[in-house]
């Protein structure tokens, strides 16, 4: 194998050749140069050049990978608000207030829920107002019968007392002799008459009920055999207290009137047509009257003429039985 020569040992004998040339015996002129005087003999002794041990070239080292830096947190995103719009100023709007509905309360535990208002109900119009004390007299007829009848109207404040009182006349006294009475007693409300006690006595024989309105029951107690029950709701009148709650509830409202109403022995609902004003010729003169008929023709046929300019007081009524006979009463006097 041959010795390959290195690099920097030829530049240094390149180097010495130079030298030698330039200090030896090699002379260089140029023409415009002197020839300078002669410099004295050099001994030049060529020598050997040391051995330089070569250099052990090192192993790169191995690479260590570098750590790996911990993955950077994403930057806290700011929220930045944009800078206000100076804008125009616009005209105010109109805000139309609307009614929502409230959210359900929720009670506590081991509290109560709160009470619910109960819807209003409608405003009822004011009661006519009648004198402290009435006295009604009529004429009655009854086929070839006649007989009178007084009717006695007593308000004390919140209460009331009514008593009816009739007995026949002239030739059918001698027939029919006795009296025929009613008395009805209760309460003045709102909405008018509320009865509590009725009496009912046919010549030897009475009757008497108690009207309970919170419980909505009538209980009756005849003279003869066991008390008998009788349940209603709303508002209930009897066969006398009726005349007066037409008198203080005139005129009406509708052109149909409902009313149940207890006759003595049992428990009707009846239904009133309002049939309008009639002019009416009695004992005490023309009348404006308000003329109501009954409906129903289960009890056989019933009206009533309510004078206008009276306190609304019945001045005349009519009755038919299922023989289609006829009771009439007609107005006779009204103190005061």
Known sequence: MSRRIRPWGLALVGSLLLHAALFGGLRWELPQWREPPEAPPLDVRLATAPKVAPKPVEAPAARVPAPKPPPARPPARVHLQPPARVAAPEPEPIIVPVAEPLPPTVAEPGESAPEVAAPAEPELPPLNVLPPRL???????????????????????????????????????MFYRGHFAQTSRGRITTKGLQPEEFWDQRG???????????????????????????????????????????????????????????????????????????????????????????????????????????????VRMQRSDEGDSVMQLDIDAITP
């Open 135 to 173: 006295d009604l007299r009529y004429r009655l007829s009854y086929g070839i019968a006649s007989g009178q009848q007084t009717l006695v109207w007593v308000n004390e404040g919140e209460r009331y007392t009514l008593t009816s009182v009739a007995a026949a006349t002239g030739v059918a006294g």
């Open 204 to 314: 030897k024989k009475h009757s008497r009920a108690t009207f309970d309105a919170g419980q909505g029951l009538i209980v009756l107690v005849p003279d003869k055999g066991a008390p008998r029950q009788f349940s209603f709701e709303g508002e209930v009148q009897d066969a006398l207290s009726l005349f007066f709650q037409f008198a203080l509830t005139a005129p009406p409202s509708g052109e149909q009137l409902a009313y149940t109403v207890f006759n003595g022995k049992k428990l009707r609902n009846y239904r009133y047509e309002v049939l309008g004003e009639v002019q009416l010729d009695t004992r005490l003169g023309a009348l404006r009257t308000l003329h109501l008929k009954r409906a129903d023709a289960g009890d056989g046929r019933f009206e009533i003429w309510l004078a206008i300019e009276r306190y609304y007081l019945p």
